[in-house]
């Protein structure tokens, strides 16, 4: 059973506020990674670490930051939220083997 | 470069039918292919996973899929549909040196509907 933690789970909030989406997992896995998904649709990675102090954007142009500052801590920062940044965000970890990707519970933002 | 098509974005089968959810990925090398299931408002789900072994893999809840270099393929099977497997499934494909790094390819997702 993979551990993985994101929090909150479902967060309204306005437009122009700042936020943090947080991320969690006690496997000591290096590889992490973000996860765009609107409703019924793919995933569109945004962002991925390799480690701590490593941080990369993804295929996804996304307006948020990460750090990685513990391996277990991946959080998820947008400075001013829109309304378009309205999504489900997903965290997930790996490790070095087997290849498998472990998924949080995902958090889903609305920004009115 | 690597990338991963699922044919069919929604399936439609009867409660106790055979389900077929097809994937094909294209990959310069070996790949790590997997199936995850999400169900509504949750997370991924690993179902099932191959990594160079048997070609034939058995995962959870009854799935399994069988992976074909000749065709490129990586068809999820389940030889009876269970109302709760109504739910998203996507096919992921990596590459990569064995404890590298390496970024996964996910499709785009088959939406699985169970008829009662």
């Known amino acids: 059973e993979a551990d993985i933690y994101q929090t909150p789970r479902y967060l309204v909030i306005g437009t122009g506020k700042k936020i943090t989406l947080e991320c969690s997992q006690t496997?000591?896995?290096?590889?992490m990674y973000w996860y765009q998904q609107d409703p019924g649709m793919e995933l569109h990675l945004i962002h991925y670490s390799y480690g701590v102090n490593s941080t990369e954007k993804g295929d996804l142009s996304s307006e948020s930051t990460v750090s990685r500052i513990r391996t277990e801590h991946f959080p998820l920062t947008l400075e001013s939220a829109r309304p378009s940044h309205t999504s489900q965000y997903l965290c997930a970890s790996r490790g070095p083997q087997p290849d498998t990707q472990y998924f949080g519970p995902g958090t889903r933002l609305t920004v009115l | 470069a690597q990338s991963v098509t699922q044919l069919d974005s929604h399936v439609s089968v009867s409660e106790g039918t055979p389900v077929l959810l097809r994937c094909n990925y294209s990959?310069?090398?070996?790949?790590?292919l997997f199936w995850y299931v999400q169900h509504p408002n949750k997370g991924l789900q690993l179902l099932l996973k191959?990594?160079?072994?048997?070609?034939l893999v058995k995962g959870i809840n009854g799935f399994e899929a069988e992976f074909k270099k000749s065709e490129t393929s990586f068809h999820l099977t389940k030889p009876s549909a269970h109302m709760s497997d109504a739910a998203e499934y996507f096919c992921?494909?990596?590459?990569?040196?064995?404890?590298?790094?390496?970024?996964?390819?996910f499709g785009r997702g088959t939406s699985l509907i169970v008829h009662p």
């Open positions: 990959s310069s090398y070996s790949p790590s």
């Open positions: 191959y990594t160079s072994a048997a070609t």
């Open positions: 496997m000591g896995h290096d590889k």
């Open positions: 992921v494909v990596s590459v990569g040196p064995s404890g590298g790094s390496y970024i996964p390819t």
